[in-house]
Structure formats: structure tokens, C-alpha cells
């Protein structure tokens, strides 16, 4: 059985393991994607896709293992895409170069860094957007979704002919339409949330919720730049998501406790689209 924690939300599944300070690391098979590397998932070692929040290393550390696995493993002949703030490339790159020196065998990936705001297209319909997040060193958040082209909404009902003669025309009968799917956010304020109202509207938003009690109150979680649940409480109103997953807990909590105070404080606004990243039984400890 897998030590991981998974998740079906939806048409997707997430596993992975999140504990603040210590490690976080997901992955999407469904989206072929990675979110955070602080483990090195075997299952997810081929994923063409990595979104880097972020580079202390409790995201970043276990990359060199992950890089290890996909050289193991013939099908995973692509360099992995490694999109990360814009910034960090040259650096990662220059670790890699002494990693490979040390293992014997080159550690390569296609780095895409990015800014707050970029765009970019990941398979025919599947595209990211990097969101801005608020931490002491350069981070990023990562919104995934979908670019349709749909007919414009004056133009249906119309039959095939009548289309085509439109666009005989030269007129633009279709437009994009963006559908969120899936947004991460961790490792920063709640302000996030106010710059990226489209991570409220995505059908799965995964943030973190480091501290839920005075064992380290808001004041203490603000200064390290990250989420305090008595901060997350007032957008859990505002969440559109079909699911949404709290991670990233401090391990000042206990599991249980964690279950008790969410349960008590946001399942009555969020009912069961609230999920929690935790390890599987309630036995009261953490992964590893
Ligand atoms: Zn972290």
C-alpha cells in the first residue's frame, strides 16, 4: 500500500504527502503533472511536468532522487518540464551540472521559468498560468485549465452551412473559453487569493492552511508568509471550487486535531467539498 495520501477529486486523483516546513509534493497523473518535488514520488517519476512554488527545499529537495528514478526508467526519454519562478533557472541548473558530475550521468530538465501572469501551453487543450504568491524568497502559485474554442453565443443554433458561409466571410464564428481546473497554492499570505480570484472558481483548489490555533497565531504565520485558518475562514465563502484541499499543516498539530478544528471551523461553510491532505489512518502520525 502506498504510504501517500490520495485523494479522488472528480475526473482527477492527488497523492502525495504535505507537511509544512518538512516536505510537500504532489501528483496529478490525470494532468501528468508534479506539483512540488520536497519527495520524490516513484509513481509519478515519468510525469512530463513539475510546477516548482518555490525553491526552499522542503519543495525542492528531492528533485535530484526524482531525476535519478527517470533516468532508471527508458520511457521517461523527455527531459522533464520544470516550470518555476523566473529567476531560478540559472542556479538549479548550475546544482544539476555538479549532481551529474557526482552521479556519473547528466541530470537534465527543460526549465520553463515563468512570471506572475504568463501563459503557457502545455498539451493541445491544457494550459497553466502562473499566480502570483506572496513569500520571502521568489514563488509562484500555478493555475491549470482548459482552452476551448467555442462557437460564439450569437452564432448558435445556426446549422453547418450557415457557419461555414460566415466564416467564408471571414467572420469569427468561435472564441476561447477558459475553464479552471486546478489551482495550487502554497507557501505564501492569503492575499493570494485576492490577486487570483480565478483560483477561487477552479474546480479544485489546493492551499495551504499551515496553523489553525494560538499554538502559532496569525501573527506567527504572517511573518512567515503563510495561511493561518482564522485568515482562510472568511474566503472559504467566497470558494467556488468542487473541492478543495487544505495542506501544508504544521506538524506543531496532530492529524486529529487537524480533522477536529477543520471540521468544526470550515465544513459548515464548505460541507464536503473540504478535503484534507493527511496521512491515511487516524493513527496520529505523520508520513515519515
Ligand atoms: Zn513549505
Keep these: 500500500m502506498s504510504a501517500l495520501s490520495e485523494l479522488k477529486l472528480g475526473a482527477y486523483t492527488l497523492r502525495g504527502a504535505s507537511l509544512g516546513g518538512l516536505y510537500t509534493a504532489f501528483h496529478v497523473p490525470e494532468l501528468d503533472s508534479l506539483f512540488d518535488v520536497g519527495l520524490a514520488i516513484r509513481g509519478g517519476a515519468t510525469a512530463s511536468h513539475l510546477f516548482l512554488s518555490h525553491a526552499h527545499l522542503d519543495h525542492l529537495g528531492a528533485l535530484p532522487s526524482l531525476l535519478g528514478m527517470r533516468g532508471m526508467i527508458s520511457s521517461a526519454d523527455k527531459p522533464l518540464k520544470l516550470y518555476c519562478p523566473k529567476g531560478l533557472e540559472e542556479q538549479l541548473q548550475k546544482v544539476l551540472d555538479e549532481l551529474s558530475g557526482l552521479h556519473h550521468w547528466p541530470l537534465k530538465v527543460d526549465f ?137 499543516f504544521s506538524q506543531v498539530h496532530r492529524p486529529s486535531d487537524i480533522v477536529k478544528i477543520c471540521e468544526e471551523r470550515l465544513k459548515p461553510i464548505l460541507g464536503e467539498r473540504l478535503k484534507l491532505c493527511l496521512p491515511h489512518h487516524s493513527t496520529d502520525h505523520w508520513w515519515i
Excluded at 450569437?154 to 467572420?171: R, S, T
Excluded at 480570484?197 to 512567515?224: M, S, W
Aim: charged share 30%; with cysteine.
Design 112 to 248: 520553463k521559468p515563468m512570471e506572475k501572469d504568463d501563459e503557457l501551453q502545455l498539451r493541445q487543450d491544457l494550459w497553466v498560468k502562473a499566480l502570483q504568491t506572496f513569500h520571502p524568497v521568489p514563488s509562484l502559485g500555478y493555475l491549470l485549465f482548459n482552452r476551448v474554442s467555442k462557437l460564439r453565443p450569437e452564432y448558435q443554433g445556426l446549422k453547418g452551412n450557415e457557419i461555414k458561409a460566415l466564416k467564408d466571410q471571414g467572420i469569427e464564428v468561435s472564441h476561447w473559453v477558459d475553464r479552471p481546473k486546478l489551482a495550487y497554492l502554497t507557501d505564501t499570505l492569503p492575499e493570494a487569493l485576492k490577486h487570483n480570484p480565478e483560483a477561487l472558481k477552479a474546480e479544485i483548489l489546493i492551499i495551504e492552511c499551515t496553523f489553525l490555533n494560538d499554538r502559532k497565531g496569525v501573527e506567527v504565520a504572517r511573518a512567515g508568509c503563510h495561511i493561518h485558518i482564522e485568515e482562510l475562514i472568511p474566503w472559504a465563502e467566497k470558494m467556488d471550487n468542487k473541492h478543495v484541499v487544505l495542506m501544508h
